[in-house]
């Protein structure tokens, strides 16, 4: 069993930079692909970005490419999503997700374990 706790949510301005993460706990933590999604008012929950439990290979969603960054620190059990230059757009409820599997995080939009999420509000 594997739980996530997110934080680092909150509200900011169009332009502005958040940084997020995720504690996990529980069994062999490090060595599970760890995801960010997100799911606004209305909409499906999507993929963010995804990081391998190495760090070796990251993937985002094309909307962020370029503004979020995923890091990992297997030391600490914390995954991070840095975001920069953000837009109302990315209002949402942030989540993050660990699973055996990168390829199921980022193409299946599913995980094994999710944390409870963490409110971002971009004001325009």
């Known amino acids: 069993q594997v739980q996530l706790v997110e934080s680092g949510g909150g509200l900011v301005q169009a332009g502005g930079s958040l940084r997020l993460s995720c504690a996990a706990s529980?069994?062999?933590?490090?060595?599970?692909?760890m995801g960010w999604f997100r799911q606004a008012p209305g909409k499906d929950r999507g993929v963010v970005a995804v990081?391998?439990?190495?760090?070796?290979?990251?993937y985002y969603a094309n909307s962020v490419k370029g503004r979020f960054s995923i890091s990992r620190d297997n030391a600490k059990n914390t995954v991070y999503l840095q975001m920069n230059s953000l837009k109302p757009e990315d209002t949402a409820v942030y989540y993050c997700?660990?699973?055996?599997?990168?390829?199921?995080?980022?193409?299946?939009?599913?995980?094994?374990?999710w944390g409870q999420g963490t409110q971002v509000t971009v004001s325009s």
């Open positions: 529980g069994r062999t933590s490090s060595t599970y692909a």
């Open positions: 990081i391998t439990w190495t760090g070796g290979s990251t």
């Open positions: 997700a660990a699973d055996s599997s990168s390829q199921r995080l980022f193409v299946s939009n599913s995980g094994a374990y």
